[in-house]
C-alpha cells in the first residue's frame, strides 16, 4: 500500500483526506504520523504559483530535517483559494488564496452589501490545488520535475441569505465556519456545507483533485491492492460478540475471557473513539454519543471496518468483541471476518434498570450520569442505534447478570466449555520478558499501562514523562525509553488502545489503557513470555 504524507496543521483537512482515500490502496499519513519536528510555513502570497512553489520548499526542508526526503517517499501539500467575480478586478482572485485569513474579519451581512452594490453579481468558484512531490527516483523513471499540481474547480454562487445548519459530525468539512455555509455549488440543493455528504460528493472541489492525483499514481502502478489471502480452515474456538446496554456487564465478561481463557478483547467504543479523533481531534464540544449515533446512520460499518483490519492482523488468535450497537455493524464484521474462517456467538447481556444505574453511580467514570432521566436518555440513544434490534434477532443469545459476580462468571463458563486457564502472573511474565527481549516502544507503553490498571473506573491517568519513567523503572536497560520519545509517539498520532484525558487547567493530554489496550497488552505479554528466545 502507497503511503502519502500530506503536509498540513489542519486535522479537518487531513481527515477529508482521508475520507477520499478510502477504498483506495493508499493510506493518507497527517506529518506528525511521519515525525514530531516537521511542519511547512504557509506563506501569504497572492500569486497562486508563487504561494505553492514557496509552500513546497519549506515542505521539503522540513522533510530533510526530519529525515523522510527518501528517493521513494512521496508527499502533498493541498491549497484552497476562492474567486467572488465581482469583487475581483481583471486578472485578481479576492479572497483568493487568502480565504481563510478573510473569512475570520468578513460577515455575511458585510459580504451581501458588497455584492448589491456591485450589481448582485453573485457567482463565486472555489478551487483546490494539491502538490504532489515527487521523489528522485520517479522524477528520473518518469522525466517530470519536483512537482506536479492537480486541480479541482467548482463553481457556483453566494446564497442570498445565510442559513443556519449544523457542521457535520461524520464529515466536519461540510461545516458552518469556512466559505461552504456561504457558497452553494451550481445544480446543489444548497450551501456545500449543509449537503449531505451523497449529494457533496457530486460538488466537491476538493475531491476533483485528489481524484486526479489517485488516477495519476495508479496509471504508474503506484497503487496496487493487496492480493486477498485464502480462505483459512474454521477455527475450533468458538468466538464472542457481546452487547448489551450501559452496565450491563459487557465488559466484565470480556475481560473474563481475556484473563482466564487467552481471548483478545476488542471494546467497538474505543475504535469509535478513534474514528471520532481522527475527524475532531479531542474538543469537548462535540458529544461522543451524538458522533456515533451519527456515523451508524451514515456508516454502519465505521467501527466494524477498523476491528476486522486490526483482528485480521492477529487472525489466528479468539476473540471477544463488546460494545457493537447495531445489528448492522455485526452482519458486516460477521461476514468480512466470516470469509478469514472465524465464527462468531452473539450474546445480549441483560440486567434491570436500576441495577445497572446503580452500578454506573457507584463506578463514576468520567462522563457517566447520576440521575434516572439522563442515564434513560441514553438508553433511549442506545436503543435508536439499534441495541432491541440485536436483542430481538434468533441468533442472539442471552447471559444474565443481576446477580454476584460468581454467578455471573459461572454462566460464562458454561457457555465456553471448558476450564479456565491460570490467572495471569503479570510479575512473572514481566520478569521473563524484560531480562531476555528488548521491547519495543510500543510494547513497553503498553506492558507499563498495563501494570497500572486496575478494574476501578477511576484508574489514574499519566502524562507522557510518567510514563517514560515507568516504564525505566519497570523494564531492564535494553528496554528503557526516553520521555522525549514517548512523547513522540503519542504526538504523532491517536491509538485505539489508550484513552485521553484532558488536563482542564493545563490542556495537557494524559494517557491510560483502553479495554482494547488492556485486551491487547495482557495477550501480547502472556505470548512473549511464554515464547522460548531464539537462538542466536
Known amino acids: ?65 526530519a529525515r523522510i526526503l527518501s528517493p521513494r517517499h512521496f508527499f502533498i501539500l493541498e491549497d484552497t483559494s476562492v474567486k467572488i467575480a465581482a469583487l475581483s478586478p481583471p486578472g485578481e482572485e479576492v479572497p483568493g488564496l487568502d480565504v481563510k485569513y478573510w473569512m475570520r474579519e468578513i460577515t455575511f451581512g458585510s459580504l451581501d452589501a458588497a455584492l448589491r452594490a456591485t450589481g448582485d453579481n453573485r457567482k463565486a468558484v472555489v478551487r483546490s490545488d494539491v502538490v504532489l512531490h515527487i521523489p528522485s527516483h520517479y522524477r528520473k523513471l518518469w522525466g517530470v520535475g519536483d512537482y506536479i499540481v492537480f486541480t479541482g474547480e467548482q463553481s457556483g454562487s453566494i446564497v442570498e441569505r445565510e442559513q443556519t445548519f449544523n457542521t457535520n459530525v461524520m464529515y466536519p468539512w461540510l461545516d458552518n465556519q469556512t466559505f461552504n455555509k456561504w457558497f452553494q455549488p451550481d445544480g446543489a440543493s444548497g450551501p456545500l456545507g449543509s449537503l449531505t455528504i451523497a449529494e457533496a460528493n457530486e460538488f466537491d472541489f476538493r475531491k476533483k483533485a485528489f481524484d486526479q492525483l489517485f488516477h495519476f499514481l495508479q496509471e504508474r502502478k503506484l497503487l496496487r491492492s493487496p492480493v486477498p489471502q485464502g480462505r483459512l480452515p474454521l477455527q475450533r474456538e468458538m468466538n464472542y460478540i457481546i452487547c448489551g446496554y450501559t452496565c450491563a456487564g459487557k465488559t466484565t465478561a470480556s475481560q473474563y475471557l481475556a484473563r482466564a481463557y487467552d481471548y483478545l478483547h476488542v471494546e467497538a467504543s474505543d475504535f469509535m473513539h478513534l474514528a471520532y479523533y481522527m475527524r475532531h481531534d479531542v474538543p469537548e464540544h462535540i458529544s461522543i454519543g451524538d458522533f456515533a449515533e451519527r456515523a451508524l446512520i451514515e456508516k454502519p460499518e465505521i467501527a466494524a471496518e477498523a476491528i476486522a483490519k486490526y483482528l485480521q492482523a492477529d487472525i489466528e488468535s479468539p476473540c471477544v468483541i463488546s460494545g457493537f450497537r447495531s445489528m448492522l455493524e455485526i452482519d458486516w464484521l460477521v461476514k468480512n471476518l466470516g470469509e478469514c474462517g472465524k465464527q462468531f456467538r452473539i450474546v445480549f447481556t441483560n440486567a434491570a434498570e436500576e441495577i445497572r444505574f446503580s452500578r454506573m453511580v457507584k463506578r463514576e467514570r468520567s462522563g457517566d450520569v447520576n440521575d434516572i432521566a439522563r442515564f434513560r436518555s441514553r438508553d433511549e440513544q442506545q436503543k435508536r442505534m439499534g441495541l432491541e434490534v440485536i436483542a430481538g434477532s434468533p441468533s442472539t443469545n442471552f447471559w444474565e447478570n443481576e446477580g454476584e459476580l460468581s454467578t455471573y462468571l459461572e454462566v460464562i463458563k458454561s457457555d465456553v466449555g471448558r476450564a479456565p486457564l491460570e490467572e495471569p502472573d503479570l510479575d512473572r511474565w514481566l520478569s521473563q520478558v524484560s531480562q531476555r527481549r528488548r521491547l519495543k516502544l510500543e510494547e513497553a507503553i503498553l506492558i507499563a499501562l498495563l501494570t497500572r490498571w486496575t478494574d476501578d473506573e477511576k484508574r489514574p491517568c499519566f502524562t507522557t514523562s510518567e510514563i517514560a519513567r515507568i516504564i525505566n523503572e519497570l523494564l531492564s536497560e535494553t528496554s528503557q525509553k526516553h520521555k522525549d520519545n514517548v512523547s513522540r509517539y503519542f504526538n504523532q498520532n491517536f491509538y485505539v488502545y489508550y484513552e485521553v484525558e484532558l488536563d482542564p487547567i493545563k490542556g495537557t493530554r494524559r494517557y491510560r489503557l483502553s479495554n482494547t489496550g488492556y485486551g491487547k497488552a495482557l495477550s501480547m505479554l502472556r505470548r512473549r513470555a511464554q515464547t522460548p528466545e531464539p537462538a542466536h
Do not use: I
Open 1 to 65: 500500500m502507497l503511503a502519502l504524507t500530506f503536509f498540513t496543521s489542519n486535522s479537518t483537512k487531513l481527515a477529508h483526506a482521508r475520507y477520499l482515500a478510502e477504498g483506495r490502496p493508499v493510506e493518507v499519513l497527517g506529518f506528525r504520523q511521519r515525525t514530531y519536528h516537521a511542519g511547512y510555513d504557509e506563506p501569504r502570497l497572492q500569486s497562486r504559483d508563487d504561494l505553492l512553489q514557496a509552500s513546497y520548499e519549506s515542505a521539503v526542508q522540513q522533510a530533510r530535517k
